[in-house]
């Protein structure tokens, strides 16, 4: 099922689109090898819900601008503070031609070496892919529940791929692993030697004595 998202071109750019802009408006530019870089708006309430169900690697079917344009969220700039999206990149496919974009991993599926209690490391978190828009998966999960034991791994080539799907990444690059949980040792602060504390004072007395003794004479 192809998502829409209905856009309209902006005929203003800069500080007069902002003042322009609906409260509900996320400015955005639609561009590709044949489509030439056009300003658009879209609705930023659909666009958060778009991304957050389809992420980046999905294509959507942007409508409003003639014919219906296949494209895929290409960068997304958040606000810093409220982290809510102040401009969209959609990137135009062109029509035939494959795509490649980052896929994000998702970890499945429950692991008896970490049941007893060492560590799973996720050393990928999304893997480039290379396929025709059609093709491309929305995500791709790895079953960690083949890492039994301490040292076990699980590596690109062992990952179910769809077909149609090119990984660009090498077969034996680590995708997650297990090791031992690091415990740190508490070294507790070593006992006052009391005897040396006594000697050190008794000396000190002593030599007290010594230069009063000096003293008098």
Known sequence: ???????????????????????????????????????????????????????????????????????????????????????????????????EVAVPLVFVGESPAVKGGASLVKVLHELEVEAAPADLPHELTVDISILANVGDQIHVGALSIPKGVEVKAEPD????????????????????????????KKGKEEGGEEAEGEKGE
């Open 1 to 99: 099922m192809t998502i829409t998202v209905a856009a309209s071109k902006r005929e203003e750019t800069g500080k007069r689109a902002k003042r322009l802009a609906l409260p509900d408006a996320l400015s955005a530019v639609v561009y590709g090898p044949k489509q030439e870089a056009t300003p658009i708006t879209v609705s930023l309430r659909t666009f958060q819900k778009v991304l957050k169900e389809a992420g980046e690697s999905s294509v959507l079917e942007l409508t409003g601008l003639g014919a219906p344009l296949q494209v895929l969220i290409h960068d997304v700039d958040h606000d810093p503070v409220t982290n809510i999206p102040r401009h969209a990149d959609f990137y135009a496919i062109e029509k035939g031609a494959k795509v």
């Open 173 to 200: 690059q680590v995708v997650a692993l297990i090791q031992e949980v690091a415990v740190e040792e508490e070294t507790a602060a070593p006992a006052p030697d009391m005897a040396a504390i006594e000697v050190e």
